[in-house]
């Protein structure tokens, strides 16, 4: 009786396995035949952490994605005609770049901003001593996403400037990533939710608040502060303590950014679309997007890259930009790890009289 209902169980897991095998192959999310083969072959020698690891991580998203990617449009179309700038306004780009603005337009759905300043910082300390002087000047709204937000240091002199802006009565929203958060304590957000900020974390890993298990692995890696719809921060520093001393084998060179001007409209969009999908709420306030002065003559075009987007944007863009390049091509990044295909497309590149250039980052003491 037993062997039997061994047996009997044996087969029908093989049969489970053969239909998650089957929809692997006809409909895996980017339709990489390698990446569907491999989840076959872990599901099949590795039958029960093999099933479940792609219960967790591996499947097809292909509805979610197309929801999250017309309701971004949606919200871009709506908010597109709230920039306080004409989009005549850009005709001054370079002919060269029509094609690559066309496409970043179409996957974004974002124009190119003009009329902007922008600075670089490759030091968390630079950020936010810069970020934290712009807050503390916030009349209206302050606007912040991040993938990590830390409870250490750097995330406690956050947290002080505001909680002091809220109290001042300027509106502050606030989204953290559930995984890359995940070693902050819920403690640290409770309190700031107290003081009056509107907190949302992105995609909880926990089943009794969201449905999300199935999709763990699709997170939300943005940086982004929106002040008074004016100036705007993004790149790769995260609100922790190793952005800004490093760790004890060393410290890593990241970039981040300053925008100044209608491009900071760019960022909000995105940010109101994060926010549409925690808490199903469309911010909708005028001084969300203000009039905006002209601070430069530095065109910008934002974009943005889901998580459960249909199309990989800002890879797209990549490509675009590496095949129209004509001189020089180059890169900086803390991780350089391409895909066959993005050096496929340097060496191309390269063997048609690009120079391209990488060069390891400079040792910060």
Same mark, same amino acid.
């Given at each position: 009786m037993g062997s039997t209902l061994i047996t009997i169980g044996i087969i029908i897991y093989c049969i489970f396995l053969l239909r998650v095998a089957y929809k692997?192959?006809?409909?895996?999310?980017?339709?990489?035949?390698?990446?569907?083969?491999?989840?076959?072959?872990?599901?099949?020698?590795?039958?029960?952490?093999?099933?479940?690891?792609?219960?967790?991580?591996?499947?097809?998203?292909?509805?979610?994605?197309? =929801?999250?990617?017309?309701?971004?449009? +949606?919200?871009?179309?709506?908010?597109?005609?709230?920039?306080?700038?004409? +989009?005549?306004?850009?005709?001054?780009?370079?002919?060269?770049?029509?094609?690559?603005?066309?496409?970043?337009?179409y996957l974004s759905h974002l124009p190119v901003f003009p009329r902007n300043s922008i600075e670089f910082y490759s030091t968390g300390q630079d950020t936010f001593n810069h970020l934290f002087a712009?807050? +503390?000047?916030?009349?209206?709204?302050?606007?912040?996403?991040?993938?990590?937000?830390?409870?250490?240091?750097?995330?406690?002199?956050?947290?002080?400037?505001?909680?002091?802006?809220?109290? +001042?009565?300027?509106?502050?929203?606030?989204?953290?990533?559930?995984?890359?958060?995940?070693?902050?304590?819920?403690?640290f957000f409770k309190e700031l939710i107290k003081e009056g900020i509107e907190v949302e974390v992105f995609s909880p890993i926990f089943l009794a608040k969201a449905k999300v298990l199935p999709r763990i692995n699709y997170r939300n890696?943005?940086?982004?502060?929106?002040?008074?719809?004016?100036?705007g921060y993004t790149g790769g520093i995260n609100v922790k303590n190793e952005y800004v001393y490093g760790v004890k084998?060393?410290?890593?060179?990241?970039?981040?950014?300053?925008?100044?001007?209608?491009?900071?409209q760019g960022l909000q969009s995105i940010f109101i679309v994060d926010w549409y999908f925690c808490r199903k709420e469309y911010l909708q306030s005028p001084t969300l997007f203000p009039p905006v002065d002209n601070y430069g003559k530095t065109l910008i075009q934002v974009v943005s890259a889901e998580p459960l987007g249909?199309?990989?944007?800002?890879?797209?863009?990549?490509?675009?930009?590496?095949?129209?390049?004509?001189?020089?091509?180059?890169? =900086?990044?803390?991780?350089?790890?391409?895909?066959?295909?993005?050096?496929?497309?340097?060496?191309?590149?390269?063997?048609?009289?690009?120079?391209n250039h990488i060069y390891p980052a400079p040792e910060i003491r």
């Amino acid at each position: 009786m037993g062997s039997t209902l061994i047996t009997i169980g044996i087969i029908i897991y093989c049969i489970f396995l053969l239909r998650v095998a089957y929809k692997i192959i006809i409909s895996y999310d980017d339709c990489n035949p390698v990446k569907a083969s491999s989840w076959i072959f872990v599901i099949v020698f590795i039958p029960v952490i093999g099933l479940l690891a792609h219960i967790i991580v591996g499947r097809n998203l292909n509805k979610k994605k197309s =929801q999250y990617e017309q309701m971004r449009n +949606e919200v871009n179309t709506a908010t597109i005609p709230k920039f306080g700038y004409k +989009e005549n306004e850009c005709s001054v780009y370079p002919t060269t770049y029509h094609q690559l603005k066309k496409l970043l337009s179409y996957l974004s759905h974002l124009p190119v901003f003009p009329r902007n300043s922008i600075e670089f910082y490759s030091t968390g300390q630079d950020t936010f001593n810069h970020l934290f002087a712009d807050m +503390e000047n916030a009349k209206d709204h302050i606007h912040i996403l991040y993938y990590t937000f830390g409870g250490d240091e750097t995330g406690q002199r956050f947290r002080d400037v505001i909680v002091r802006k809220r109290r +001042e009565g300027v509106k502050v929203r606030l989204i953290y990533d559930a995984v890359g958060s995940n070693q902050t304590k819920n403690k640290f957000f409770k309190e700031l939710i107290k003081e009056g900020i509107e907190v949302e974390v992105f995609s909880p890993i926990f089943l009794a608040k969201a449905k999300v298990l199935p999709r763990i692995n699709y997170r939300n890696h943005r940086k982004i502060v929106v002040i008074d719809g004016k100036v705007g921060y993004t790149g790769g520093i995260n609100v922790k303590n190793e952005y800004v001393y490093g760790v004890k084998w060393g410290i890593w060179r990241d970039l981040h950014m300053r925008i100044t001007g209608p491009a900071a409209q760019g960022l909000q969009s995105i940010f109101i679309v994060d926010w549409y999908f925690c808490r199903k709420e469309y911010l909708q306030s005028p001084t969300l997007f203000p009039p905006v002065d002209n601070y430069g003559k530095t065109l910008i075009q934002v974009v943005s890259a889901e998580p459960l987007g249909i199309y990989r944007n800002i890879m797209s863009g990549m490509f675009k930009a590496i095949a129209q390049a004509k001189q020089r091509i180059l890169i =900086q990044t803390p991780y350089f790890v391409p895909s066959s295909s993005l050096m496929a497309a340097l060496q191309t590149a390269a063997m048609g009289g690009n120079k391209n250039h990488i060069y390891p980052a400079p040792e910060i003491r």
